[in-house]
């Protein structure tokens, strides 16, 4: 019996309780509606990533057959406006995390900032979005990349996608920020905040060159958090401007990006260290809260 109209059983990871270990159940997901489309998922990265904290169907009784789910589920049901087709040939297993993390931080890079060739680059956190980042950084030929993480164990990495420089806040008695204008005679041209401490912004646009600098904010910071941004940092002409997933126009520009990759013009292997059945979504989530991993490929 084919499946259209029908509702669809199938497995899905699902988030009762906020901070709990996410439950592998059978779910039913409803057919779509007018202007949606049920998808199979086959290989899921984005979801792996700090927004994962906020995914909760607690609300929700648990006899409810569902239709708005993220990608821990062998079926969705999504808008149509939000589905974009790529190459039939794409390597699903890779460019799947072009769908978030890799366009996210290679656009702050090519669209938000607009790093220009030549010039020098302070990024802060280096985790799948901030690698995406130097990625971008050195596409747009970025003569300096400077990769800022208090876990050095993420310098190699850095470093193997283009980083030219990796420090730790934690090897200076002085503001990284102070470390960062020697070492750049006056300040980086471009800073990028992707850890997502709503403190780092601070940093990183007392890092970035007092008359010109621009600084991106990457990382989710919380709604409810106020910034605390001394006024004197805007007193001669730095620039502090918002990034969402790498301002690209994705329906049209996400499509692109996967060609891109499967013309080579850019590497996804060293951002993705594990691939994990998605009954093993849990130990995924620890993975990445462990710092261990950079990007997690999920198979339903
Ligand atoms: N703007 C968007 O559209 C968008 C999209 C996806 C993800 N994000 C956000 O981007 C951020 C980065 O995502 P990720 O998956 O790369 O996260 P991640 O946790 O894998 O990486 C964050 C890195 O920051 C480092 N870090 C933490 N505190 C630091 C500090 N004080 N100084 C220097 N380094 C520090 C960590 O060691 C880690 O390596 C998250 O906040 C995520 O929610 C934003």
Redesign the pocket.
Known sequence: MGTKGNVIKCKAAVLWTPGAPMDIEEIEVAPPRAKEVRIKVTKSS?YV???VENVTLASLPRTTCVRKLGTFSEYIVIKEISVAKIDEDARLEKACIIG??FA??FG?AINSAKVTSGSTCAV?????????VIIGCKTAGAARIIA????KD?FAKAKTVGATECI??RDFDKP?QEVLFDMTNGGTDFSFE????P??VA?ALASCNQDHGVCI?????ASWVQLNINSQLFFSGRSLK?????GWKTKDEIPKLVSDYTAKKFNLDPLITHTLALDKVNEAVQL??N?Q???CILLP
């Open positions: 984005s990533c700090h927004n978030c993390g996210t931080g702050a802060f956190g280096l985790g799948g979005v901030g690698l995406s800022v993480d208090t876990n993420k730790s806040p990284i992707v850890t997502g401490n403190e780092i940093t904010i990457v990382g989710a910071i918002g990034s969402v997933l790498g990445m809260k710092g991993c950079i990007r």
